[in-house]
């Protein structure tokens, strides 16, 4: 069974704290996503990775950064938390274009 | 101009009733499409790709308009089951591309 897995459900945060969303797939993916899910946004992409080392911005990469030092693993780093980083973060991984994306359970965050 | 841009609704229908929705992207080099689902609080998941010459599963019917960059889903005889958001998605050709998602469509079966 395919499985991509994020380290929390539910996450709280202080204003001003280093935030670390972590994703790990079992599926030897070469690429992997991270975004946001806001009311009425829908999902918005933040970066992905098409490789170990490799990333690109998505739509709305400020206030984050990610790294991927293993195929298996993508991080989300939020370097000083904002309270309008409040959000689901989903992370999704997938082979090749033409193939289905994969998305892990979603981390809710909240930041006071 | 979004790049991914579906009709937010909410569709509510009667069950049995068909439904449609259109979904538009902007950028012509896109080569794959999709239809995803996501109940509430949880995760999207594949419903169909959707192919050039359309496609069809069980209730669900796919097109694909290349030369007006619009995909659509129908839901026909449609069940309380169905009621979720339904995401469209349009990749560029690479394997590196990015996966562009539209805001989604929320459908609302009534009984």
């Known amino acids: 069974d395919v499985k991509v897995t994020q380290s929390s459900r539910y996450l709280v945060k202080r204003t001003g704290e280093k935030v670390f969303l972590e994703c790990v797939q079992d599926?030897?993916?070469?690429?992997m996503f991270w975004y946001r899910q806001d009311p009425g946004l829908g999902l918005r992409l933040i970066y992905f990775?098409?490789?170990?080392?490799?990333?690109e911005k998505g739509d709305i990469p400020e206030g984050y950064s990610v790294s991927r030092e293993k195929k298996e693993r993508f991080s989300l780093i939020l370097e000083s938390a904002s309270t309008n980083q409040t959000s689901m973060y989903l992370c999704?991984?997938?082979?090749?274009?033409?193939?289905?994306?994969?998305f892990g359970q979603g981390t809710r965050l909240t930041v006071v | 101009r979004k790049e991914v841009e579906q009709d937010p609704g909410p569709f509510n229908v009667p069950e049995g009733a068909t439904v449609a929705f259109n979904c538009t992207y902007s950028?012509?080099?896109?080569?794959?499409f999709f239809w995803y689902r996501q109940d509430c609080r949880k995760e999207p998941k594949l419903l169909m790709s959707?192919?050039?010459s359309g496609n069809e599963d069980g209730r669900f019917t796919a097109q694909l308009n290349r030369a007006s960059q619009y995909i659509s889903l129908l839901i026909r005889d449609s069940k309380l089951s169905d009621s979720a958001t339904y995401l469209c998605?349009?990749?560029?050709?690479?394997?590196?591309?990015?996966?562009?998602f539209g805001s989604g469509t929320r459908l609302s079966i009534r009984p």
């Open positions: 999704a991984s997938h082979q090749g274009a033409q193939t289905e994306a994969f």
């Open positions: 599926m030897d993916h070469e690429n």
């Open positions: 959707v192919y050039s």
């Open positions: 998605v349009v990749r560029e050709g690479s394997s590196a591309s990015k996966i562009i």
């Open positions: 950028n012509s080099a896109s080569q794959s």
């Open positions: 990775s098409y490789d170990v080392k490799m990333k």
